[in-house]
């Protein structure tokens, strides 16, 4: 049976991603050796790394001054190398979820967090409104969480501050154009809308590093990784050579705006589905904060105890993925980049079927 991948992540990837990932763990570049097997010091690879790093800077549209890297130890290492290396004495910080507050949690061990707007009491069901005009010109950077996994809440539009700007969009990366000039730093994890898991990307502006007095350890110190291409230790050398393919296959097409078009037609037919049943109701309770990535919808409180049933019936129908995040319940549907429209559909008949049937 034909599988619909809805997983939060790690999780769907392209055909292309796939089928020439494992290609390459078979014989890589015809050098009649695996990519798990060969160095990252090879010529072959070099050229992967560098292909990889120009399309990221072509897709995004990145201005000369900046260094893409392409870093171990995940988004959440993000969480402590950005104030390592950016906060001197004040960071301000919106609380949009569980990866915002880690990543505020990490923060407070270099200096004084200002959290300017959260939606921690009301369990992260919407997006503050006016956020960044509250945020001073006395911070060292103020720092945001695009898109919320979990609780499937998004800010779409580069936020305008007075200090410098820094992004985890790990989980909606290549879903949408970036003004990457607005920004000091924007890192991504791989494993949403990328690679495999192992790999994260890391953009920073060059002239922002070197501003701290603290010392840094080597390896969490951005300046290592610019300086050495991303070579100063063992780079992730699979999740980079899925990274590449995927990145490729962005580029056939149409890129960026087209990816955000067909990310749009996604989920505005999820969630008008999910608008117009009397069975499901969204959790984010503003419609301008949802996410185009992670759809959370639960079952009204009328129907609530046959949200097990609703998963047993999806499940025969081939959808995998869709149960909610434990903190929030009910069901998530990921639509990351890769997940083709005909999914969505299938997913909106399951439901519409499911319904007729209660
Ligand atoms: C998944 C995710 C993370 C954590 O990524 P790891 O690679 O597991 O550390 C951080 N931020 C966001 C927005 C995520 O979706």
């Known amino acids: 049976m034909k599988k619909h991948n809805f997983y939060a992540g790690p999780s769907i990837l392209s055909q292309y991603t796939i089928k020439n990932t494992a290609d390459a763990v078979l014989n890589f570049a015809d050098m009649g050796l695996s990519i798990l097997e060969i160095s990252h010091r090879s010529k072959q690879f070099q050229a992967v790394i560098d292909e990889a790093t120009a399309l990221v800077k072509e897709l995004l549209e990145v201005p000369a001054g900046y260094s893409v890297l392409w870093l171990g130890g995940g988004a959440s290492m993000q969480f402590c190398m950005i104030p390592y290396n950016f906060l001197r004495t004040k960071a301000s910080f919106i609380d949009t979820g569980t990866w915002a507050h880690n990543a505020i949690k990490e923060a407070k061990l270099f200096g004084e967090v200002d959290v300017v707007a959260s939606s921690e009491a009301e369990h992260y069901t919407f997006i503050p409104k006016g956020f960044a005009e509250k945020v001073t010109a006395d911070n060292d950077y103020f720092y945001y969480t695009s898109n919320n996994t979990i609780y499937g809440t998004e800010i779409r539009k580069d936020p305008d501050v007075p200090c410098r700007l820094i992004s985890d969009m790990s989980s909606d ?46 390896m969490l110190d951005y300046r290592t990784h610019v300086k050495k291409g991303s070579m100063f230790n063992t780079p992730p050398v699979l999740p980079i050579y899925s990274a590449l393919q995927t990145l490729k296959y962005y580029k056939e097409l149409g890129g960026i705006k087209e990816l955000e078009r067909r990310d749009l037609e996604k989920a505005a037919l999820l969630y008008d589905a999910i608008d117009s049943s009397r069975m499901f109701v969204g959790t984010v309770t503003d419609p301008a904060g949802r996410s185009i990535m992670n759809v959370c919808f639960v079952m009204k409180p009328e129907y609530k105890e046959l949200e097990p049933a609703f998963i047993e019936f999806a499940t025969e129908r081939g959808m995998v993925g869709i149960k909610g995040h434990r903190s929030v319940g009910g069901f998530r549907a990921s639509l990351y980049n890769a997940l083709p429209i005909e999914s969505v559909r299938a997913l909106v008949d399951c439901m519409n079927e499911f319904q007729k049937l209660h």
């Not at 003004?179 to 924007?186: E, F, N, Q, T």
């Not at 809308?193 to 994260?200: E, H, R, S």
Request: proline share 9%.
């Open 173 to 218: 990366i290549f879903s949408r154009p970036v003004d990457v000039a607005k920004y000091d730093a924007i890192f991504a994890g791989a494993q949403k809308n990328l690679a495999p898991a192992g790999v994260t990307i890391v953009i920073v502006r060059d002239d922002a590093l070197g501003h701290v007095d603290r010392p840094i350890p080597t």
